[in-house]
């Protein structure tokens, strides 16, 4: 049926259409992925349980719907990966540590509900970093599920802590995935693996059902190919649907206005950074100097790595202070996390307060700056993934998120979408962050950048 | 109603280095820091997972003397700010019998 279309790595928008075009079948597309998963999926690390008989019930039901005319919308008959951080019913949650290998919970979380809703196919819980990469770990192998490989090099990370959700998305294992994103769990996973990844506002997506790592940076969000999915799917799981990226009356079209987008352009953003990040940055300035004016600016000058560490360090030992005080970290796989955050439990109460300050501080200062612009943009990472052996503390230092800090702290949108290859062949990524609340104009820029450029539409030679 | 003590003089150096320790005073501190938890958590530890707390520790308290050198006023908030709790349907209910 689906002989000259290559289902693995088609949109959510293309399958849409194929699914309506009766070109193919609710119940063949789950079939395909279950598939792609049990092999390349595996290959990868990127499984932490495929949900065989749940996506063919699923299936089955959207395909009656839609044959009846009932359609719940753009996700509806798509399957999905979830980070396996969220609840599935029945389902183990492991969150990504061993401790946890055998936990059930009785409900789904909020956002896995809104999907199913929306008659999406759950195919996979999608492997992850250990409780989220909360307990400090500085290499790859820090899951129960094995280092997470890269989809474009098995000898590279695939970063984390999403590291199922976006090389699933990658190698064409799944269409589209959830993420989280505590401070660069969506945004680097989607950069390393050369996807669009969109990190919502703190709060725009529901967090109930999901694993707590830090309550007040804690944000879900989708993991696809293109800028456009993306917005689909926070149609779809948004916590307010009346505020909606496609409710706000800045659907992202891609269409620039009259006189072009405004983008600021973070000064000193490929400081750093490898070559060809720094390349393929100025390159993509290129292309957008044809759609926007741009313009240098630098961030406040306050404290946001340090703020946000302290946060995380506060909240992580809190969320976690039962699971550290019996041992049981003992149990999760990377050393340098049998032995994290017990630092946060002698954290002062002060030193905390002192952060959410300063994330007042920066919450106006950064809303300031950013209010005359569509977005900020900076390359997301400064490098590429690292080898998929030993470890990466040194370069988190040198090739981190350069809006990493300051947008989570803050709570600001974000998306990374591709825009290039540096070494060994890995991909290199492009992020705009905009202000609170403007999921929607940072997609229409983001939009708008893809259709001008073809670096989404590469594909794995072995897909 | 309360004094302001923002921009007061320290008292002595003694209180500047426990909310801004340095040298030996952030030694210290680590140090305690690092003798709760072990008193807390007897015989958790081998020599290297100690020697990793200790750093973690350090880093810690490093972090939050950095934010210190932000001006706060008295004023300055914290965010998120409390917001009390009322349920919801308690005030749908309010609304309906008004």
């Known amino acids: 049926m689906t002989a ?29 992925f279950l598939s792609r998963l049990e092999t390349v999926g595996r290959d990868l690390n990127a499984v932490a349980a495929v949900t065989r008989d749940l996506a063919l019930a699923q299936a089955a039901e959207a395909e009656v719907e839609l044959a009846a005319g009932r ?12 980070k396996d951080l969220l609840a599935t019913s029945g389902i183990p949650t492991t969150w990504g540590a061993a401790p946890f290998k055998d936990q059930v919970f009785a409900e789904d979380a909020a956002v896995v509900g809104r999907l199913r809703e929306a008659g999406a196919v ?59 994103e505590t401070w660069g ?33 804690d944000k879900i969000g989708p993991m696809a190919r293109t800028a456009m999915d993306c917005a689909m799917i926070l149609d779809a799981i948004s916590e307010d649907p009346a505020t909606a990226v496609m409710g706000e009356g800045i659907s992202p079209s891609g269409v620039p206005p009259a ?32 759609i926007a004016t741009l313009e240098e600016v630098d961030l406040p000058d306050l404290p946001f790595d340090e703020a946000a560490h302290i946060v995380i360090l506060a909240e992580g030992a809190a969320a976690f202070e039962e699971f550290i005080e019996s041992g049981a970290a003992a149990g999760l796989t990377a050393p340098e996390d049998r032995v994290g955050l017990y630092e946060g439990l ?55 998120p350069a809006l990493g800090a300051a947008g989570n702290l803050c709570g600001l949108p974000a998306i990374t979408v591709p825009n290039g290859f540096g070494d060994g062949g890995l991909t290199t990524g492009l992020e705009f962050m905009g202000r609170a609340y403007d999921e929607g104009r940072i997609l229409t820029v983001a939009r708008a950048y893809q259709e001008r450029t073809d670096w989404h539409t590469r594909r794995l030679v072995q897909g | 109603m309360t004094g302001n003590r923002q921009g007061a003089p320290a008292i002595d150096g003694t209180l500047q280095q426990v909310t801004n320790p340095t040298g030996v005073v952030r030694d210290a501190v680590i140090e305690a820091r690092l003798a709760a938890i072990e008193a807390a958590y007897p015989g958790r530890f081998d020599d290297e997972q100690r020697a ?39 005030l749908e209910t309010e609304v309906a019998q008004s």
Do not use: C
Request: proline content about 7%.
């Open chain 1, 259 to 290: 006189d072009g987008f405004r983008l600021a352009v973070l000064r000193g953003a490929t400081d750093g950074a490898q070559p060809a990040v720094r390349a393929n940055f100025e390159t993509a300035l290129d292309v957008l100097a044809h």
């Open chain 1, 185 to 217: 769990s969506i945004t680097t996973p989607a950069a390393l693996n050369g996807i669009a990844g969109l990190r919502p506002t703190y709060g725009r997506v529901s967090r109930a059902g999901a694993m707590a790592l830090s309550w007040s940076m």
């Open chain 2, 52 to 90: 990793r707390v200790r750093t973690n520790l350090a880093h810690a308290l490093d972090l939050a003397t950095r934010l210190r050198r932000v001006p706060l006023a008295n004023s300055d908030e914290p965010d998120p700010t409390f917001v009390p709790y009322r349920a919801t349907h308690e």
């Open chain 1, 4 to 32: 000259s279309v290559n289902l693995s790595f088609a949109t959510v928008e293309e399958l849409g259409r194929l699914l309506r075009d009766g070109r193919t079948t609710p119940t063949e597309l789950a079939e395909h």
């Open chain 1, 122 to 180: 759950l195919v996979a819980k999608l492997a992850m970093v250990e409780l989220a990469g909360g307990f400090g770990y500085d290499q790859p192998d820090a899951a129960w599920t094995g280092p997470g490989r890269n989809a474009w090099s098995t000898e590279a990370w695939a970063g984390g802590s999403s590291s199922g959700s976006g090389a699933a998305v990658a190698a064409g294992a799944v269409p589209f995935a959830i993420g989280s």
């Open chain 1, 346 to 400: 002698t954290l002062p109460a002060v030193d905390y307060l002192r952060a959410l300050r300063i994330r007042r501080l920066g919450g106006k200062a950064l809303d300031s700056l950013l209010a005359p612009f569509d977005a900020i943009v900076a390359p997301t990472l400064r490098g590429v993934a690292p080898p998929i052996a030993g470890t990466f503390a040194a370069l988190v230092e040198t090739h981190g």
């Open chain 1, 71 to 82: 359609d719940r919308g753009p996700l509806h008959g798509i399957p999905y990966g979830a």
